[in-house]
């Protein structure tokens, strides 16, 4: 089997997601469960878990609240073994994450800390039982939600770029085994997505979706064959151009999209 072209479905087993209080996760949990899904919905916050298993009631599969931080690498580790007790776990959405812009001004080595505990450890949590479990099966589905952001450095996001370009080269590297193991992993890079991290943004964010229509792609592109979910597809195929030039033009031409004024040095 490739296990690129591996499709999880409802019958195959449940679901695991990560960050599932808000934004992108919250939308995901709600259009899994309405497509048949039993959805593992993990976050801080069991209030707001047990509200998102409330709204879930009468769709066609459920939102079981998993309360958890994704910084515990021991409560991960239970919520897989909770989980897997008597169901297969056929797709795990590693998505929570942390946006705390900065500039070289105010960088702050505490909260790129942080940033670099939810965005990477974070996930390196979950992967790690998520893993072993798939693997034992040989049969699985994992995505890890990175973003655009880290296709290059984006001014005010140097250490949220940092954590998603990690993300990105994590998945690369999973996948040449994976690619043995009968395991899919599938990397999600989604561009602005309004949710309560980019209403700190003071500046336009084009494309801006909502979690919404996130959930929409993303849920399409799992049900895809390949490795990349990115959207909107235009925004990302810029910024793959963008990216490739060197780096003096590549530093002009984002600091002039941004109206800064350039330096030539």
Do not use: C
């Amino acid at each position: 089997m490739n296990p690129f072209s591996y499709i999880a479905k409802p019958s195959d087993g449940d679901a695991w997601i990560t960050g599932a209080s808000g934004g992108i996760g919250r939308a995901v949990a709600l259009r899994l469960a309405r497509e048949g899904w039993t959805v593992h919905a993990t976050a801080r916050s069991a209030e707001k878990l047990d509200a998102l298993a409330h709204e879930a009631e009468g769709a066609p599969g459920r939102i079981v609240p998993r309360p958890g931080d994704v910084t515990d690498a021991a409560r991960m580790a239970v919520i897989v073994g909770e989980i897997t007790v008597d169901r297969p776990l056929a797709l795990a959405i590693l998505n929570a994450g942390v946006y705390l812009p900065m500039r070289a001004q105010e960088f702050d080595a505490e909260q790129a800390r942080k940033t670099f505990d939810v965005n990477l450890t974070g996930v390196a949590n979950g992967l790690d039982p998520v893993l072993a479990h798939m693997i034992g099966r040989r049969s699985g589905h994992v995505a890890l939600t990175a973003s655009v952001a880290g296709y290059r450095g984006l001014p005010r996001a140097a250490a949220y770029s940092a954590s998603k370009a990690g993300l990105i080269a994590m998945a690369e590297a999973l996948a040449m085994d994976l690619v043995d193991l009968d395991v899919r992993i599938s990397v999600i890079n989604p561009g602005f997505v309004e949710t309560e991290a980019t209403a700190v943004n003071d500046f336009e964010m084009p494309f801006l979706m909502s979690p919404e229509e996130a959930a929409e792609r993303i849920v399409a592109g799992l049900k895809r064959p390949g490795f990349e979910i990115a959207f909107p597809r235009l925004f990302a195929l810029i910024l793959r151009a963008v990216g490739l030039l060197p780096n003096r033009a590549y530093f002009w031409a984002v600091r002039k999209a941004l109206g800064w004024e350039s330096v030539d040095r």
